[in-house]
C-alpha cells in the first residue's frame, strides 16, 4: 500500500518574514480594536460629539440647504421660461394681426391708385381737378402715414421678438447648468412653492404670465444674496432680471400694439367713408346735371320742332 506525503504548505519569502507579516497584522488589528474601543469608551462618559462627527453633521446640513436652493432657483428658472414662452406667444399673435394690418393698408394704398387712374380716362372736357381728386389724394396721403406707422410698429415688434428669444436660450441654458446639482439628489417641487397653490395645477394663468403673482415663493430663493459660489449666482440674478424686463417692455409693446392697429383702421375708415361720401355726392350732381341739360335740350327741340309745325301751317294757308 502506498504511503501519501504531504507538502509543507506553500509560502512566499522565508518562514521568518511570514512571521514577522502575520504579527504586524494582529498588532495592527489590535490597535484598531482599541482604537474603536476608546472611542465608543470616550462617547460614553463625554456628551460633546467628536470633531468627525461635528465636522459631518455641518457638511451635511450645509448640503440640505444648498440642494434646497439650488430647487427654489431652478423652480423660478423654469417659472420665468414659461412665461417668457408665453410671452413670445401672446407677441407673435400680435405682430400677426399687425401684418394684417399692413396688408390690408397696402391694398386700399393700389385701389387707391386705381381710383386716380381710372379718373386720368376721362374725357378731356372733363380732366380739370374737382372734390373727388382732393379727396383721392388726402385718402392716399393718410394711407402712407398708416403703413409707415404700422411698418414702424412691426419693425418694433419683430425686435422685441429677437430679445424674447436670446432671453429664453438664456434662461434654458442656465437652468440646464443649475439642474446639473439636482441630478445628485431630486425632490418635488412642493417643498419650494407657495403653500396656497395647487402643486399639481402647475401651468400658469395669464396673471402669472402678466407677472403679478409667482408660484416660487421669493422668501426661499434668497433673492438679494448673489454668490458665485452660492446657488443663487449673480447670472441668475441678471438673467431673471432681464426676463422680467423683457416681459414687462413685451406686454407695454403689445398694448401699443392693439391701440395703434384700433387707431390706423378709425383714421381708414374715416378717409374712406369721407372720399365714398364725396363721390357719391359728385355722381349725385352729375346725375342732377344730366337730367337738367335733357330738360332743357328737350324744351328746346320742342320750341323747335313746334315753330317748325307752325310755319308750315301758315305757308299752307
Excluded at 65 to 93: D, F, G, H, P
Excluded at 232 to 259: C, I, K, W
Excluded at 265 to 287: F, I, M, P, R, W
Aim: charged content about 30%; hydrophobic content about 35%; aromatic content about 2%.
Amino acid at each position: 500500500m502506498a504511503t501519501i506525503v504531504k507538502a509543507p504548505p506553500a509560502t512566499i519569502g522565508p518562514e521568518c518574514w511570514r512571521n514577522r507579516t502575520l504579527r504586524g497584522l494582529k498588532l495592527g488589528q489590535t490597535v484598531v480594536e482599541n482604537s474603536d474601543r476608546n472611542c465608543d469608551i470616550g462617547r460614553s462618559t463625554d456628551t460633546l460629539p467628536h470633531i468627525r462627527d461635528v465636522l459631518a453633521t455641518l457638511s451635511n446640513d450645509e448640503i440640505r440647504k444648498y440642494m434646497r436652493e439650488v430647487r427654489v432657483v431652478v423652480a423660478k428658472l423654469r417659472e420665468s421660461l414659461l412665461e417668457t414662452n408665453e410671452e413670445i406667444k401672446a407677441l407673435t399673435r400680435g405682430k400677426e394681426a399687425l401684418e394684417r394690418s399692413l396688408e390690408h393698408t397696402r391694398k386700399d394704398i393700389q385701389l387707391n391708385k386705381d381710383s386716380k387712374q381710372v379718373r386720368v380716362t376721362r374725357p378731356p372736357t372733363e380732366k380739370e381737378k374737382d372734390g373727388a381728386d382732393d379727396l383721392l389724394e388726402a385718402e392716399y396721403a393718410h394711407l402712407l402715414n398708416c403703413k409707415k406707422t404700422l411698418e414702424l410698429q412691426l419693425r418694433s415688434v419683430q425686435q422685441h421678438l429677437q430679445c424674447l428669444e436670446s432671453i429664453r436660450k438664456r434662461t434654458f441654458a442656465s437652468l440646464q447648468e443649475r439642474s446639473r446639482v439636482l441630478d445628485l439628489l431630486c425632490h418635488a417641487l412642493s417643498s419650494v412653492l407657495r403653500p396656497e397653490k395647487d402643486v399639481l395645477s402647475l401651468k400658469p394663468n395669464r396673471s402669472q404670465v402678466e407677472g403679478r403673482v409667482s408660484m416660487v415663493d421669493p422668501g426661499r430663493m434668497g433673492a438679494g444674496r448673489a454668490d458665485p459660489l452660492g446657488p443663487y449666482t449673480p447670472e441668475v440674478d441678471t438673467l431673471l432680471g432681464d426676463a422680467t424686463d423683457a416681459r414687462n417692455q413685451s406686454a407695454y409693446l403689445r398694448r401699443e400694439l392693439r391701440a395703434v392697429i384700433d387707431r390706423v383702421d378709425k383714421l381708414k375708415q374715416a378717409a374712406h367713408k369721407s372720399v365714398n361720401e364725396g363721390l357719391t355726392q359728385k355722381v349725385a350732381e352729375t346725375v342732377t346735371l344730366k337730367v337738367k341739360v335733357v330738360e332743357v335740350c328737350g324744351s328746346e327741340v320742342l320750341e323747335v320742332c313746334g315753330s317748325k309745325v307752325g310755319g308750315g301751317c301758315g305757308s299752307e294757308v
